[in-house]
């Protein structure tokens, strides 16, 4: 996948693969800019095109490649097959209808349904997600909602037409950590209820080590480590996520010594040659700049692309 | 022994909300900031957490005197801050500066960095001759770690982490005693984030600076804090050591705060103390009486809605006010 600007072309996502399956959790995890929102918005097809161009690949939902479907069929996986969630529920949510019509709407649309059956429907899952008092608030418009309500609203919302996947992006990352915590765990509760498929895209180490089962770390448009979460925190495969978890203050630590990763994440017009992680990493020697590292497999389902894949995880 | 640099004794700021377009009328205030008292010590960091909406800014802006007080009285070195004037205030400015949350809108994008760091000595011109500027400025950003030769760059040169320094440098101009930390790093990506954390570190074991360092993050806040204040709709519900908050909090509030805080350890999960709060932060406008957290918390009793509790040492331990204090582990 491209962007293909006027300051040149993006390279935005290079090669990126990941599986989920019903009832699991995998979490994807970047710094931003590393690709990992553009991901989840090329599966879910809401991508402008141009200027995003996709070069090469394949997104199968239930077997069949969404790529190779036309609009009207891609509309249909939309809420009923994969649905997604958003940061920002503020401006996710339309600020002139009702929390109500909102979810409303796509139940007359999607499933023919009649106004009272609609809200009817619409009250239970405001009521789902713990909204309490949801038949006097569903006439609310969101901002008279609280930034942990809106996000429930929003969450209600997706539910709508039962979807298979749900995409999750940065959910938590506007909110207080008490009314964090209360939506994740209303998440991993509704996935729970349904055997729901979740792809949750954060930049929280804490809330990954807390509800993943499985961890795909991006660099510059890359997944550069898949794994097991207990095996990812027992012992990283690649430099940046152990760089990474050694930077990371903590609060069941103290007096622990952060240590830095120098540098920045490079510009995806001018990623660098070889490794895009070389310049900033501690174990960087001369192939990684002149050679792309290949995905090494670590065993159990486990892969890094580091040229000294085993030799980092071999340390942990 | 710790010496005092800076005092507040029963802080109150209350904004009033007013209603009509000509004949504005007061319907209420916000209590942002009701009744808050510490001491930073010289050399010390003061972390300050809390929620959104909990005060922790209003609190820095009174103290850097960007707003009046509603109440209450400050006192830097032993001098009333809020009664200061001309020459004495000018004096104060230099002393107590700012670290700004964001980065992209606490720079202005038209002025290079040479002139925003240097614009500090335009006021205040007894500490740098005008001659001597461009030396002192290219000092300053070699101190937190920027290229000195940058220094006609613009902002919008820099990235979110280098934005930040700048930020830093210019806090430094007028080697001033206390900084206030408002949020430094919250904008920042997690690898650059250790970067400037190290770096205010640094710089306060060079020069011997107090922070008031104001945080939601409760890990980055352990980090670099010495004492914690922890604090909920406009009032300190408990302060300590950084050992006191974390490994003996005492309030439900602090208790369940740390017990939201995920850890990067997927080991732990499920052996934590699990304390999940009902429902949202009330408004500042209309607080619960007595003790404000009592609307969410699982301790309540009648005592709660009709006494405020003290801040006071409770169970021979530090400060919390809570009527119920006692210690439990929850990190």
Redesign the interface.
């Given at each position: 996948m491209e962007f293909r600007t006027r300051d040149g072309v993006a390279k935005v996502l290079n090669g990126v693969s990941y599986h989920v399956s019903a009832g699991e959790t995998l979490a994807v995890l970047g710094e931003s800019g590393s690709g990992k929102s553009v991901t989840a918005q090329t599966i879910m097809g809401i991508l402008d095109m141009p200027p995003a161009f996709i070069t090469k690949g394949t997104i199968k939902f239930r077997g069949e490649d969404l790529l190779e479907k036309s609009a009207d069929e891609r509309r249909e996986v939309r809420g009923e097959g994969i649905a997604m969630i958003f940061q920002d529920a503020l401006s996710a949510l339309n600020p002139v209808f009702t929390v109500g019509f909102q979810i409303e709407e796509q139940l007359k649309v999607r499933r023919g349904m009649s106004k009272a059956d609609a809200r009817k429907r619409a009250v239970e899952l405001l009521d789902q997600v713990k909204i309490p008092n949801a038949k006097g608030r569903i006439s609310d418009y969101p901002h008279q909602f609280s930034g942990g309500m809106r996000q429930r609203a929003m969450i209600a919302m997706s539910l709508a037409l039962d979807p298979e996947l749900l995409i999750a992006d940065e959910p938590t990352t506007a909110l207080d950590v008490t009314v964090q915590a209360q939506i994740m765990d209303l998440l991993a509760e509704i996935q729970k209820e349904r055997d729901m498929g979740m792809i949750l895209i954060t930049h929280d180490l804490g809330v990954v080590a807390d509800v993943a089962d499985r961890i795909s770390v991006m660099y510059a448009g890359r997944i550069v480590e898949h794994a097991d979460v207990y095996e990812l925190f027992r012992a990283p495969g690649h430099p940046y996520t152990e760089s990474l978890l050694e930077s990371l203050p903590r609060l069941d630590l103290k007096g622990q010594e952060l240590k830095t990763i120098k540098g920045l994440p490079p510009s995806l017009t001018n990623i660098p040659p070889g490794c895009p992680f070389n310049p900033r990493c501690p174990r960087a020697f001369d192939r990684c700049v002149s050679e792309v590292p290949a995905v090494h497999n670590l065993g159990m389902g486990r892969t890094s692309r580091c040229h000294i894949a085993e030799e980092v995880v071999a340390r942990g | 022994m710790a010496e005092p640099i800076l005092e507040v004794e029963g802080l109150v700021k209350h904004f009033p909300v007013r209603v009509g377009v000509l004949f504005k009328r007061t319907v209420g205030h916000v209590q942002a900031v009701d009744g808050v008292s510490f001491t930073l010590n010289k050399g010390e960091t003061l972390g300050v957490v809390g929620?959104?909406g909990c005060g922790k800014s209003t609190l820095a802006q009174v103290l850097m005197r960007l707003e009046p007080p509603t109440a209450g009285v400050a006192r830097f070195e032993g001098r009333d801050i809020f009664g200061m004037k001309g020459a004495e205030l000018r004096k104060l400015r230099r002393d107590i500066q700012i670290v700004l949350q964001d980065p992209y809108t606490s720079l202005n994008p038209r002025m290079t960095v040479g002139d925003i760091v240097g614009e500090p000595y335009e006021i205040h011109t007894e500490v740098a001759p005008k001659g001597d500027r461009q030396r002192k400025v290219q000092e300053l950003l070699e101190i937190v770690g920027l290229n000195p030769e940058h220094i006609n760059r613009y902002p919008h040169q820099f990235?979110g982490?280098q934005r930040q320094r700048i930020g830093i440098a210019r806090a430094l101009a007028l080697k001033p005693k206390v900084i206030v930390c408002d949020e430094p790093v919250s904008a920042l990506?997690?690898?650059?984030?250790?970067?400037v954390?190290?770096l205010l570190g640094e710089l306060q074991a060079e020069m011997g600076l107090s922070y008031l360092f104001i945080a939601?993050?409760?890990?980055?806040v352990?980090?670099l804090s010495n004492r914690v204040a922890v604090m909920y709709l406009g009032k300190i519900v408990e302060i300590g050591t950084?050992?006191d908050i974390?490994e003996r909090p005492m309030h439900p509030y602090t208790q369940?705060?740390?017990?939201?805080?995920?850890?990067?350890?997927?080991?732990?999960?499920g052996r934590r103390d699990v304390i999940?709060?009902?429902?949202?932060?009330p408004s500042p406008i209309d607080p619960p009486s007595g003790c404000r957290f009592r609307t969410r918390c699982w301790k309540a009793q009648d005592i709660c809605a009709t006494e405020v509790p003290e801040l006071v040492p409770r169970n021979g331990g530090h400060p919390a006010a809570c009527h119920f204090a006692e210690e439990r582990a929850v990190?």
């Amino acid at each position: 996948m491209e962007f293909r600007t006027r300051d040149g072309v993006a390279k935005v996502l290079n090669g990126v693969s990941y599986h989920v399956s019903a009832g699991e959790t995998l979490a994807v995890l970047g710094e931003s800019g590393s690709g990992k929102s553009v991901t989840a918005q090329t599966i879910m097809g809401i991508l402008d095109m141009p200027p995003a161009f996709i070069t090469k690949g394949t997104i199968k939902f239930r077997g069949e490649d969404l790529l190779e479907k036309s609009a009207d069929e891609r509309r249909e996986v939309r809420g009923e097959g994969i649905a997604m969630i958003f940061q920002d529920a503020l401006s996710a949510l339309n600020p002139v209808f009702t929390v109500g019509f909102q979810i409303e709407e796509q139940l007359k649309v999607r499933r023919g349904m009649s106004k009272a059956d609609a809200r009817k429907r619409a009250v239970e899952l405001l009521d789902q997600v713990k909204i309490p008092n949801a038949k006097g608030r569903i006439s609310d418009y969101p901002h008279q909602f609280s930034g942990g309500m809106r996000q429930r609203a929003m969450i209600a919302m997706s539910l709508a037409l039962d979807p298979e996947l749900l995409i999750a992006d940065e959910p938590t990352t506007a909110l207080d950590v008490t009314v964090q915590a209360q939506i994740m765990d209303l998440l991993a509760e509704i996935q729970k209820e349904r055997d729901m498929g979740m792809i949750l895209i954060t930049h929280d180490l804490g809330v990954v080590a807390d509800v993943a089962d499985r961890i795909s770390v991006m660099y510059a448009g890359r997944i550069v480590e898949h794994a097991d979460v207990y095996e990812l925190f027992r012992a990283p495969g690649h430099p940046y996520t152990e760089s990474l978890l050694e930077s990371l203050p903590r609060l069941d630590l103290k007096g622990q010594e952060l240590k830095t990763i120098k540098g920045l994440p490079p510009s995806l017009t001018n990623i660098p040659p070889g490794c895009p992680f070389n310049p900033r990493c501690p174990r960087a020697f001369d192939r990684c700049v002149s050679e792309v590292p290949a995905v090494h497999n670590l065993g159990m389902g486990r892969t890094s692309r580091c040229h000294i894949a085993e030799e980092v995880v071999a340390r942990g | 022994m710790a010496e005092p640099i800076l005092e507040v004794e029963g802080l109150v700021k209350h904004f009033p909300v007013r209603v009509g377009v000509l004949f504005k009328r007061t319907v209420g205030h916000v209590q942002a900031v009701d009744g808050v008292s510490f001491t930073l010590n010289k050399g010390e960091t003061l972390g300050v957490v809390g929620e959104s909406g909990c005060g922790k800014s209003t609190l820095a802006q009174v103290l850097m005197r960007l707003e009046p007080p509603t109440a209450g009285v400050a006192r830097f070195e032993g001098r009333d801050i809020f009664g200061m004037k001309g020459a004495e205030l000018r004096k104060l400015r230099r002393d107590i500066q700012i670290v700004l949350q964001d980065p992209y809108t606490s720079l202005n994008p038209r002025m290079t960095v040479g002139d925003i760091v240097g614009e500090p000595y335009e006021i205040h011109t007894e500490v740098a001759p005008k001659g001597d500027r461009q030396r002192k400025v290219q000092e300053l950003l070699e101190i937190v770690g920027l290229n000195p030769e940058h220094i006609n760059r613009y902002p919008h040169q820099f990235s979110g982490g280098q934005r930040q320094r700048i930020g830093i440098a210019r806090a430094l101009a007028l080697k001033p005693k206390v900084i206030v930390c408002d949020e430094p790093v919250s904008a920042l990506d997690v690898s650059i984030q250790a970067q400037v954390m190290n770096l205010l570190g640094e710089l306060q074991a060079e020069m011997g600076l107090s922070y008031l360092f104001i945080a939601h993050d409760l890990s980055v806040v352990r980090h670099l804090s010495n004492r914690v204040a922890v604090m909920y709709l406009g009032k300190i519900v408990e302060i300590g050591t950084e050992d006191d908050i974390y490994e003996r909090p005492m309030h439900p509030y602090t208790q369940a705060l740390l017990s939201a805080v995920p850890v990067p350890d997927p080991t732990q999960r499920g052996r934590r103390d699990v304390i999940r709060l009902t429902g949202d932060v009330p408004s500042p406008i209309d607080p619960p009486s007595g003790c404000r957290f009592r609307t969410r918390c699982w301790k309540a009793q009648d005592i709660c809605a009709t006494e405020v509790p003290e801040l006071v040492p409770r169970n021979g331990g530090h400060p919390a006010a809570c009527h119920f204090a006692e210690e439990r582990a929850v990190v």
